[in-house]
């Protein structure tokens, strides 16, 4: 995927080439100090949101991107209730008629690959806002960028990923983003029954990236300049016996914080149930509603580049 050529289906985050990263940072940038120069620039297009799991920030940040670059946007909510799949209808189908009425479709899905089956029969672009415990290309993208604003590089970087990491499809797409730049080095905190897929791992072996796993979370903080904190998702366990057995396991709290270093941040892609203490949320280094707020732009950047 060339720099400067249109974007077409974002399906995954090692589609992203280094080069494509940093042009759309760039924009992103741009949009986020001069909001006012994009207001009409999607004008007379139409983005079609569909949700089959529940979303607050992926949803509406791609809605206020859309309306705020002066697009206009449709869709449904709890589509596998809501919508025609309830009556049976695949995601096949119901992609190819959304495709007939709108000019970008953004699907949310229970299941792994779903967006890659809704992109090959799209006639319009399709924008993974997550599928199941597969990838979430947008949310990564929106990640890395946090990292550079809050950081202001990316390479070099120390990370601790922490908590359902198995599950975790915010970990996963933004660790194939996090092998394109210098330097990285990677923490998997995690208990056994969540650890880190193995392909992960084969990914960063074979970029070279030095990565480690650790079940001490006190022992990695000191070590890293970002936490990225993650809930541990109790829709993804077979029972509830075996999501108690790592509820709570990992909390970031005043504790924890102490043991960070003071340039350091804590990032969550969100929700947060019980592991991050909101007492933290006031101390400067706690980044994940700047980081929520950052996803907005990104989406804004993106879609420019799929529909301009
Ligand atoms: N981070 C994220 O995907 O949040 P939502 O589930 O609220 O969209």
Do not use: C
Not at 54 to 64: G, I, K, N, V
């Amino acid at each position: 995927m060339a720099v400067g050529s249109r974007l077409r289906h974002i399906i995954e985050s090692q589609q992203f080439s280094r080069a494509l990263l940093e042009e759309l940072f760039v924009l992103a940038d741009d949009m986020k100090s001069q909001p006012h120069r994009y207001a009409g620039r999607l004008k007379g297009q139409l983005m079609a949101a569909l949700f089959y799991e529940p979303s607050t920030r992926t949803r509406l940040s791609f809605e206020a991107a859309m309306l705020r670059l002066g697009g206009r946007t449709m869709g449904t909510d709890n589509a596998r209730e809501f919508s025609s799949a309830a009556k049976g209808e695949t995601i096949e189908d119901t992609v190819r008629i959304v495709s007939g009425y709108s000019d970008v479709i953004v699907l949310r899905h229970y299941e792994e690959g779903a967006a890659r089956r809704a992109a090959a029969v799209s006639s319009v672009p399709v924008i993974n806002a997550g599928d199941g415990p597969g990838q979430h290309p947008t949310q990564a993208l929106l990640d890395l960028y946090t990292i550079r604003d809050e950081i202001g590089h990316v390479d070099g970087i120390r990370i601790a990923m922490v908590g359902d990491l198995a599950n975790g499809r915010t970990v996963r797409s933004l660790t194939y983003l996090l092998s394109k730049f210098r330097d990285i080095r990677v923490s998997f905190v995690a208990p056994s029954q969540v650890a880190m897929r193995q392909d992960i791992k084969d990914h960063l072996d074979e970029h070279r990236v030095p990565w480690t796993e650790a079940q001490d979370l006190d022992a990695v903080l000191p070590q890293v300049d970002v936490v990225y904190q993650t809930r541990i998702q109790k829709e993804r366990f077979p029972d509830e016996a075996s999501y108690l057995e790592v509820k709570g396991i990992y909390r970031i709290d005043a504790r924890a914080m102490s043991m960070l270093q003071k340039t350091a941040i804590v990032m969550h892609p969100l929700p947060r149930v019980d592991e991050i203490s909101p007492e933290i949320d006031s101390d400067p280094r706690a980044a994940y509603f700047r980081q929520a707020r950052n996803g907005m732009y990104i989406r804004m950047a993106l879609l420019d580049r799929v529909l301009s």
